[in-house]
């Protein structure tokens, strides 16, 4: 059942067995899997189907230094289905040395190995619809090219690794029909918790409390999943301070909030290879029709050889290339600045956009309308892949480009001066505190950026491919300014990490909140560290992992939870206000 909060009376006191708070991935595949269960199930969403100005003020906070990350609200979602309903797709699982404890990096490893979640991802992978649960073009594809660029491959660096698209699954559309079917799952549209309370004693949650835009209401359960994201996250629990937990829940060692990462990415090389013909560059697709694409890995020994983290590289588009020759970039250029420019909420933002992209968008409408009737065909073909229900991922450049852009994405180390607080004076309009992010990188990443980028050149040198731009000094100096004006791409990480040390993380190995004894955390704050990974599919697989061992933990309550009343869903509605 979905319904709105603010249908509820005024003074509703709801209870169930397991109380879900975030509508997102998260928050979503940890009810899925708990739904064949007779547990009751509460899931808060923050957000309504669609984001509103006034839900994006609620994800606004502060930056320090000003300015060395982007505005908190910028990539992240107060929707059902939270950051899914922008997502691209992208799924990549971590690979095993992520999950190792490396020497070369501090504060590294987690609690359990590759082997003992890799189960999970192949049930993710179809809640993300992304096909089977392989990563292997070797396997995947016998009769492909065994590499992107023939005879390329070494020790140091493989290209049978893919990355696979989902559909992409955005979970609250996508499973709308399945939640709003369930007799055991409620969904409660626009409910934003405030506070986690712990009235009784320190070790158990005994509810939350939330509000609507005019009401609140309090919710009991015998179990809570927080699955807000990596700044919310943190947000709620430091927020949630009373006299058992003057520091806010979770952070007697204060550790909430630390540990904050994300990923360093961009493109800086070009590369021009000699024979376009053996390029292993297009898409692939597999048997269920899944699109699938090639990329280059730093391997696990070359990482510990060069004492770097994890990396990895693909093709697009080159950084200074505008493309104004050829007419399906130009098409495709025009078509996402409409697009991004219909979603702005505000005419300042519109008329800024237009003012800085005006010269580019005339010199790519002359490109159309000169040449564009020569590419008609392609633009067909592709507008169908882009409109189809399995979407093709994006457009890529012409094979023939005169340089193609070398991508890539690297990890960011665990650092607890990097972290996720919350402001001592200002609050939003529920008065909570507002976040604020303090973002930090380490020699050890960037270096890792110019190390991978040396093992590609060299190789690609060595190889005789073709040309490449490339300098070392000159990436550095790239690398430093894109890290002093960050953008995480809404990859937020590690902020209530896992670690079965209470001083080193929020949560154990089974995701509960140390020193609580029933209440989880959910979603990519708990990664220890962020390999090169785009988060979305290790966070899934993390769920569906805690919602087997809900379904396997008893409650442990306190005292006043033991005679909790379940509410069915005939009585929840019986609490909907008369006048909805």
């Avoid at 204060?254 to 053996?278: I, Q």
């Avoid at 290339?321 to 399906?328: I, V």
């Avoid at 930090?440 to 890792?448: A, E, R």
């Avoid at 990519?524 to 560290?529: A, K, R």
């Amino acid at each position: 059942m979905i319904i709105y909060a603010n249908q509820l009376d005024e003074s509703a006191f709801l209870e169930a067995d397991v109380c879900i708070i975030g509508g997102g991935p998260a928050g979503i595949s940890v009810a899925l899997e708990l739904q064949p269960t007779n547990k009751k199930i509460i899931l808060l969403a923050g957000g309504t189907e669609r984001e509103t100005v006034a839900n994006q003020d609620l994800n606004k906070g502060y930056v320090t230094p000003k300015g060395s990350h982007e505005p908190l609200e910028e990539n992240r979602r107060r929707a059902f289905g939270g950051a899914s309903t922008v997502w691209g797709g992208r799924c990549i699982p971590f690979d095993p040395i992520d999950f190792e404890a490396r020497d070369w990096i501090p504060y590294s490893g987690w609690p359990f190995s590759y082997h003992e979640l890799e189960p999970y991802y192949s049930r993710a992978m179809e809640l993300c619809k992304a096909g089977a649960n392989n990563f292997n073009a070797l396997e995947q594809f016998p009769n492909h090219a065994k590499e992107i660029f023939q005879g390329f491959d070494t020790e140091a660096i493989v290209s049978h690794k893919l990355e696979r698209w989902s559909t992409p699954v955005n979970f609250a559309r996508d499973y709308a029909e399945v939640l709003g079917n369930s007799e055991n799952i409620t969904v409660l549209l626009g409910a934003h918790v405030t506070k986690i309370n712990t009235e009784t004693d320190k070790e158990n949650v005994s509810s939350v409390s939330v509000v609507t835009r005019d009401k609140s209401f309090t919710i009991k359960a015998g179990q809570y999943v927080l699955a807000c994201g990596g700044i919310e996250n943190p947000r709620i629990l430091l927020a949630s301070k009373n006299q058992f937990h003057p520091q806010g829940i979770g952070n007697d060692h204060d550790v909430v909030g630390r540990y904050y990462m994300a990923h360093l990415n961009g493109t800086f090389a070009e590369v021009a290879p000699s024979n376009r013909k053996r390029i292993l560059f297009d898409f692939e697709t597999d048997n269920e029709g899944v699109y699938c694409r090639r990329r280059w890995w730093i391997t696990d020994k070359a990482q510990e050889a060069k004492k770097i983290g994890n990396g990895i590289f693909f093709l697009q588009q080159a950084k200074n290339q505008d493309g104004h020759r050829d007419p399906l970039f130009s098409t495709v250029f025009v078509a996402k600045f409409v697009i991004s420019v219909l979603k702005e909420k505000s005419f300042r933002k519109t008329k800024s956009r237009w003012l800085e992209e005006k010269d580019k968008i005339v010199d790519h409408t002359k490109v159309i309308l000169k040449h564009g009737w020569k590419q008609v065909p392609v633009i067909y073909e592709i507008a169908k892949k882009r409109f189809s229900d399995r979407r093709l991922p994006f457009v890529l450049p012409s094979v023939k480009s005169k340089t193609l852009g070398l991508y890539f994405q690297t990890e960011h180390f665990p650092n607890p001066k990097s972290r996720i607080t919350i402001s001592d004076n200002q609050t939003d309009e529920f008065g909570m505190p507002r976040a604020v992010a303090s973002i930090t990188f380490s020699d050890l990443d960037v270096t890792t950026v110019v190390e991978a980028h040396k093992i590609f050149a060299e190789r690609y040198s060595e190889a005789n491919i073709g040309k490449i731009k490339f300098n070392a000094s000159e990436l550095l100096k790239f690398v430093e300014k894109n890290i002093t004006s960050f953008n995480t791409s809404a990859h937020h990480l590690g902020t209530t990490r896992i670690s079965n040390d209470p001083k080193l993380g929020v949560v154990d190995a089974d995701c509960k909140v140390h020193g609580m004894n029933n209440l989880y955390v959910a979603g990519s704050s708990v990664f220890p560290t962020g390999g090169h990974a785009n988060p979305t599919l290790t966070l899934v697989a993390l769920s569906v992992r805690l919602a087997e061992h809900l379904k396997k933990a008893a409650a442990t309550v306190n005292a006043e939870n033991t005679n909790l009343h379940v509410l069915d869903q005939e009585e929840l509605l019986n609490k909907v206000a008369v006048s909805h």
